[in-house]
């Protein structure tokens, strides 16, 4: 079993700087990518960053440039460094990762979700 703990989120001014992070633990054989999610109340949950085992990163066009994504493979454990933060950030933010938890069984795993809300 594999558990993702989120912390980090809570309330911030516009223009400010917020700074997530995720660790995983468990039965963990291999972690294939760890990444960040959001989604606001009735709208689906969209991509905001991951990063794969290797150093790949995908990064949505509406935080590029603002938002880093960085992983600690010795913790199993990502960060989302959010800077500049506008009102249009604000949503929970949920952890997702891709983990082999023997050498062939893999599945995709969620964190709890950690709001974050950004003021004007």
């Known amino acids: 079993q594999v558990q993702l703990v989120e912390s980090g989120g809570g309330l911030v001014q516009a223009g400010g700087s917020l700074r997530l992070s995720c660790a995983a633990s468990g039965t963990i054989f291999r972690i294939i990518s760890m990444g960040w999610y959001r989604q606001v109340p009735g709208k689906q949950r969209e991509l905001v960053a991951d990063?794969?085992?290797?150093?790949?990163?995908n990064v949505a066009d509406s935080v590029k440039g603002r938002f880093t994504i960085s992983r600690d493979n010795a913790k199993n454990t990502v960060y989302l460094q959010m800077s500049s933060l506008k009102p249009e950030d604000t949503a929970v933010y949920y952890c997702n990762a891709y983990i082999y938890t023997d050498y062939s069984r893999f599945d995709s795993y969620w964190g709890q979700g950690t709001q974050v809300t950004v003021s004007s």
């Open positions: 990063r794969n085992s290797g150093g790949a990163t």
